[in-house]
């Protein structure tokens, strides 16, 4: 069994940049979470296209992670939002960065309706203790976000997926006044978020 994972998502076509992407690198790369850890996570950015749930997220779960944490971006939401389940539903509308579409409106034909994350409540605790005033979800969409998550909560382990918003484009404040940057304020919390679920994992029998 691996430790923790941290997972964010390239780029789709209405985001040709996606801040998940530097946020799971910056998490993953916190000197103070490894400390904490002791250990570095994994991180893996998926590409946004429905083959990359074999190609890249099935080989990262075959690796059995103690726990997973997913991280990506809802344009359309003002908040950060941590997502209570999964559900066995996909979008046709929506093509992925290759142009294809989901091949049917299950994305198991077998599976159940839907999976629920057990560890969310505690995430959303553990971001909110940590400054952030997370919401609570349970529609994290019928794209790659809900897709990947539902492929992640089948494993069993102990995850968790975040919607962060589309960062404000503000300049960085000067030393000494001013907001900091939501990456930096998302970093800190996600780093405590990261922690609490990561002992989650370590304490599954």
Same mark, same amino acid.
């Given at each position: ?8 998502f390239?780029?789709?076509?209405t985001v040709p940049?996606?801040p ?5 690198r910056?998490?993953a790369?916190?000197p103070?979470l490894?400390?904490?850890? /002791?250990?570095?996570?994994?991180? %893996?950015?998926? $590409?946004?296209?429905y083959? @990359?749930?074999?190609?890249?997220l &099935?080989p !990262? ?8 944490l ?12 941590v997502?209570t389940r999964?559900v066995?539903r ?5 093509p992925?960065?290759? /142009?294809?579409v989901?091949?049917s %409106?299950?994305? $198991?034909?077998?599976?159940? @309706?839907q999976?629920?994350?057990? &560890?969310? !409540? ?6 909110k203790r ?6 609570a979800?349970r529609d994290?969409?019928?794209?790659l976000?809900n897709?990947?998550?539902y492929?992640?909560?089948?494993t069993?382990?102990?995850?968790v997926?975040v919607?962060?918003?589309?960062p ?5 404040p000067k030393a ?6 939501a ?7 996600l780093i405590e ?11 599954r029998?």
């Open positions: 069994m691996s430790g923790l994972l941290i997972t964010g390239g780029p789709f076509p940049d996606n998940s992407a530097r946020l799971a910056r998490v790369a916190s103070h490894r400390r904490l850890l /002791g250990h570095a996570p994994d991180c %893996l950015v998926l $590409e946004t296209r083959g @990359a749930l074999d190609t890249q &099935a !990262a779960l075959a690796r059995r992670p103690s726990a997973v997913i991280i990506g971006v809802a344009a359309r939401r003002s908040r950060v939002c997502e999964a066995n996909v979008s046709r509308l929506f992925d960065v290759s /142009g294809t989901a091949e %409106l299950a994305f $198991e034909p077998d599976g159940p @309706a999976r629920r994350s057990g &560890a969310a !409540a505690q995430v959303r605790v553990a971001l940590a400054g952030l005033d997370a919401a979800s994290a969409g019928r794209y976000c897709a990947s998550y492929r992640v909560l089948a069993g382990c102990p995850a997926f919607h962060i918003p589309m404000p484009r503000t300049r960085r000494g006044g001013g907001r900091r940057p990456l930096d304020r998302w970093t800190e919390a978020a990261a922690r609490v679920l990561a002992l989650r994992g370590r304490a029998p």
